[in-house]
């Protein structure tokens, strides 16, 4: 069973940094695809950024240039800079794990995230 907790997260004013962090158990970053999703108030849960089993990282276009995920192996840890941070980033943020699929020793594909944390509440102000 793969455990996930988050922290890192807080109050910031617009154009602030923050950097929530994710620490895994029960499983290696190596064999794992990592990402970040958010959900705010009313609104449905999306995708921030991810990481793949190849180490390839994709992100939403409203967060691309601003933020940048990262993975520490030797600490099991995922990462999440958020540089430039606007009001509307405000949501409840979330680790996810999935699956990882080779074929031949190369990297095919993510499965669907089927591990989540806790979350961590960000919130920016203007």
């Known amino acids: 069973q793969v455990h996930l907790l988050e922290s890192g997260g807080g109050s910031v004013q617009s154009g602030g940094s923050l950097r929530p962090s994710c620490l895994a158990s029960?499983?290696?970053?190596?064999?794992?695809?990592m990402g970040w999703l958010r959900q705010a108030p009313g609104k449905a849960r999306e995708g921030v950024a991810a990481i793949d089993g190849d180490g390839g990282t994709s992100y939403a276009d409203s967060v691309k240039g601003r933020f940048t995920i990262s993975q520490d192996n030797a600490k099991n840890t995922l990462y999440l800079q958020m540089n430039s941070l606007k009001p509307e980033d405000t949501a409840m943020y979330y680790c996810?794990?999935?699956?990882?699929?080779?074929?031949?020793?190369?990297?095919?594909?993510?499965?669907?995230?089927?591990?989540w944390g806790q979350g961590t509440q960000v919130t920016v102000s203007s």
């Open positions: 029960g499983y290696t970053h190596t064999t794992r695809c």
């Open positions: 996810a794990a999935a699956e990882a699929y080779y074929s031949g020793g190369y990297f095919v594909t993510c499965g669907r995230y089927n591990s």
